[in-house]
């Protein structure tokens, strides 16, 4: 890593510091309300469920086999 010589050279570098630190800060606080605001409309709520649905579809249950073959359903 280079030295720093010069005032100019740790004027700019100071300025990126005081620049970075408040935007890193800012964003934090942007994930910090984006979560917050999915605690409150209940996203995490029903985690099993949303596993469900990606698997079947309107309503469609597991399908069983219960060695009828006249209930087997074939697959979409």
Same mark, same amino acid.
């Given at each position: 890593m280079?030295?720093l010589s010069?005032?100019?050279?740790r ?5 990126? +510091?005081? +620049?970075?630190v408040p935007l890193?800060v800012a964003?934090?606080?942007?994930a ?14 029903d985690l099993e469920?949303?596993?469900?649905r990606?698997l079947f579809?309107?309503?469609?249950? *597991?399908?069983r086999?219960d060695?009828? *073959?006249?209930?087997r359903r074939? *697959? *979409?």
């Amino acid at each position: 890593m280079a030295r720093l010589s010069g005032r100019a050279t740790r004027a700019g570098v100071m300025i990126n +510091f005081l +620049f970075l630190v408040p935007l890193a800060v800012a964003m934090g606080l942007v994930a910090l309300a984006a979560f917050l605001w999915t605690l409150r409309s209940e996203q995490y709520d029903d985690l099993e469920g949303a596993a469900q649905r990606i698997l079947f579809q309107h309503g469609d249950g *597991p399908i069983r086999d219960d060695g009828d *073959p006249a209930r087997r359903r074939s *697959p *979409p």
